[in-house]
């Protein structure tokens, strides 16, 4: 494992492996002291950016309607209870 | 045939006409409508089935109105909710599908319908086809465990398959929203319902697997619906539907109806949950959950950065204290400690060989007196001359002594030689006595004779003997020439010839 803290990924999932590899690597316990150090200051980078994008992170709902996509927000008024919504439940 | 001439009693011909009524029904499904349903005490049922031309009488045994507990008896499928009670089923006007075999009634003469199973007629239509198709899709490898994926973890780009109004879209999202990590969730909006659903349904799935080939397409298709009536949910069980799901090159995650509904869609999907909402939580983690698993890493990277820290300080220790091991101050004082110890040995060791040195002369001196005395030497040469002196006297006497012994053992010698002369003279004297006593001419001096053959043999018996034999007759003082004239032998047999005797 090389020591890459410009490399920390930017998707969360791509973080959360990253940080499990830097536990695994210093539950271990073989490597120089240094590169354990940037390590562990880059596992905790990760899962600082992991906490902060699930505390903001917020669903993005499109539709895609006659081949092209479009923002949709769906609000209570919508939630079938306009009169042409004879065919949904 | 016989028959034909014989009258017949009417028992005769209705046992005749039910025999050939049950051999040719023996199990029919008869569909109609339920008119004058009667229940006796006795618990069978007797009712009508009829249409707009006929009638069929119809008796329900109790035995047989439990309708076998919750499966099919003729499908095997098992039912997830009870079938209805009986009393439910026959309403006055309802359409029933009954089956059963075709019977004879002869005390009233009429036929009736024994019925078995019953079933109602309205709902039986897209329930059987559903059956039907499920049987075959099933056949067909569609609901197989082994063509089922698994979800992708945690996705960020879901295609959501439904329609944009309702409330299965907005349990999904209320779920959603507090699961997952930001996702960007794209509805490709359809009828659920009528005519046009299925074919939107399958337009939809097809445009959402072509965008799955983009870089921001979707990695799993998520198809949901509310609940509704078996009708209402028919567009997710059309096969086009079911085909759709099943040529998915996306895992398909279905979500139709309550918990209770199962549609031909559900069973195909890859992963089939019980209701929208449940479509939500299956398809993403909740952030509770991930938030958990950081802290669960987190605690992981401090406990293996600290138990890091404290092996290297811990080597840290054991080196410095290496080191000031061998510090020169401290081998100096080393060499130093061993030095003093070397010399005490070297002095208690040169002591003790001293001290051993002067034990072992005491210890030869104290033998070697006892060896060499001067007194001890004095007595012993006064016993000497004593033992000489002894020896001196001592052999005189015993010169003496011997030459007594001697002249004894000279005079015990002479006596025995004596002795043993005359004890051999008269033992000669016995043996020549009874030497006399045995010489066999002896007893011719008593008269006896020896007689012989010319050969010189003796003769012992007269047998031995021949007439006109010469025998020598021997006496003490000589002997005679004979000849046998007669010979007699004793009456006994054992007497001795007679010879002249």
Redesign the interface.
Known sequence: MKNSRNKIPA???GR?ER??E??TA??E?RLP?EE??AL?KE??EC?RL??E??E??????????NGE?KD?T?TDA???R?PD?E??? | MSEDMTIQSVRQLTEQLRRMVERHFPFVWVRGEVGNVSRPASGHFYFTLKDAEAQLQCVWFRQQQRQRGGFDPLTGEVFETPPPAPEELLRQGTELICAGHVGIYAPRGQYQLVVELVQPAGQGGLAQAFEERKRRLAALGYFAQERKRRLP??P?RVALIT????????DF?RL??QR??????????V????DG?APSIVRALE?ANA?ALRPDGPQVIVLI????SLE?LWAFNEQEVAEAVYRSRLPVLAGIGHEVDVTLADLTADVRAATPSHAAQLLWPS?QE??Q??DD??A??W???R??LE??ALQLDNLTRLLRAHAPQRRLERLESTRRRLALALQRAAREMLGGRQRQAEHLSRMLRSFWNPARLATEAREAVALEERLRAALPRLLSRRQQELLWWEQRLQAAGRQSVSRAEAQQERLALRLAACDPLGPLERGYALVSDSRGALLRSVRQARGGQELHIRLQDGALGVTVAQIRPRADTTATAEKGE
């Open positions: 998707d969360f999932e959360m940080l499990q830097i536990v210093l539950e316990g002291l354990g150090m562990y596992g905790v899962s992991c906490r994008q699930l903001k992170a917020r669903h993005q709902l499109t539709i895609w309607q996509e949709l769906l919508v939630s079938g306009q919504e065919e949904h439940i | 973890w945690d960020v329609s944009p109004h309702g409330a299965a879209i907005h999202w959603a929203a997952g990590q930001a996702a960007h969730v794209r509805l490709y909006p009828a659920v319902q009528g659903a445009t965008h619906r509310g609940g509704g209402d952030r991930l938030l698993l950081l890493q987190e992981a990277l406990r293996g950065m138990r890091r092996r290297q």
